[in-house]
């Protein structure tokens, strides 16, 4: 059983990539959406809400053999505190995506797209150059988009054009050759940063992880995955089944998250 | 002492009407900047939010005389639990900017704009209703205005302005002579709104309020004001320092508000 949890939906794209990879993996999944966004908080509130989110997964549930942190901004802020705290593996989405855009880059020159907190962080930038040293990296916050996927301007909508025109011209003119899609919510609008940045390789952080955690999920596939959110079931559940089609078999269930 | 409360930064709005016109008001105020944005998530959760904002006050003030509830999702979503709950005068933005809405109409059609959870509720259109039975109502959530605003997408930025079309332009063509602006956040992209309105009179449903409220503050002026928040103190000042100008005193404390 794998233990997946983000700030809100977005972690659902790594949870797409997984069932497309493992079709009967068995999983379960919070969504933090009574908190999201995760991304424009300051580090001691996002070590917080990580510890909870981690606490309440295990709790839930007994027989976890890994957890996917498919959420940038946490996998960028609290891996440390999360593998001191608990003694079992934790992935999050920074080191894979760093190795396929090292991987990838054939101008030695990549960037990282994600939320205000991950950029500051450095994280992906440290891990990129602590792979091959002598990388170029240029990072863009875009604390927008994260709100505009949660509030529909999805499907090519001019407005996330014009704001990805605004946040991604700068790393276009770059002259990266490779962009990180930082957070999980971005796969979502992957269309409209693609058309921003042209001929650039986008790398997918979540599913980038997802290939890392594969093999923590052989032989349980009989068990339907739960979703648990910290506000609205019948939005986020509407939401999954939009993007996970017909293979969404199941309910959200409510959890008070502040009281772990 | 007033208490005044809100999500996050927008409530900063009323306090510079409170500040203009009773310039020595003492007050405390509370944003809840580790949870904004309130109004897209559920009714249940906002009650508990608000409940928790209320203990908080109480808790770090004794000598509050009235509270102002300067967030306009809590005043359409919880006023009346938060009066069942505490004995002390409370006010919400609703009443007194339907009441200022309902005398400026001159065609009697009333728009109101506001977060999905405000529009949700139908605070505004029931209390228009109530004081005049015959109105006409044109209600339009706008969910994006507050990422905009937090995310400093002000001043008359492009991307406003086309957002404000997308969300205005039906609230134009409906006809209504007089907009209530429902949200704390809003009088923040005030002149973008102004122009996709052409012609239509605006109400700032916080400085409404604070004409209720100036009864309670009189002969109390010889206090610092006290600001807390839930997270990031130090952007909060910021934006407090750029919106209130040099009548600034004083810093934001954090607090951890999930105790309460």
């Known amino acids: 059983m794998i ?13 797409r990539e997984l069932r497309s ?3 009967g993996a068995s999983y379960i999944y919070f969504g933090d959406t009574g908190r999201v966004p995760y991304g424009t908080r300051s580090r001691s509130t996002i070590i917080k809400y990580a510890l909870q989110d981690m606490r309440f997964l295990l709790a839930a549930e007994r027989d976890i053999s890994a ?13 440390d505190v999360l593998r001191e705290s608990f003694r079992l593996p934790i992935f999050g989405v920074v080191e894979t995506a760093a190795a ?22 450095g994280a992906y930038e440290r891990e990129l150059k602590r792979i091959k040293p002598g990388i170029k990296v240029t990072a863009k916050a875009c604390p927008l988009f994260v709100p505009l996927v949660e509030n529909g301007f999805t499907g090519g909508d001019p407005i996330t054009k014009m704001v990805c025109e605004r946040y991604l011209s700068p790393v276009r003119e770059s002259g990266a050759d490779t962009c990180i899609l930082g957070c999980t919510h971005y796969p979502l609008i992957r269309d409209e940063i693609a058309e921003a940045l042209p001929g650039v390789t986008l790398i ?14 052989q032989g349980k596939d009989d068990v339907s995955p739960r979703y648990f959110v910290s506000d609205d079931p019948e939005a986020f559940e509407q939401f999954a089944k939009r993007l996970l089609g017909g293979d969404w078999v199941g309910r959200a269930e409510l959890v008070d998250i502040e009281k772990y």
């Open 3 to 15: 233990a997946i949890f983000d700030s809100g939906l977005g972690g659902l794209t790594a949870v």
């Open 21 to 23: 990879l493992v079709p």
């Open 67 to 79: 957890v996917l942190v498919a959420c940038g901004t946490v996998s960028s802020t609290a891996m």
């Open 100 to 121: 396929a855009a090292a991987a990838a880059t054939k101008n030695n020159h990549v960037a990282v797209i994600a939320t205000a907190a991950t950029i500051r962080s």
């Open 204 to 217: 997918d952080a979540g599913a980038e992880a997802v290939k890392a955690i594969v093999p923590y999920c």
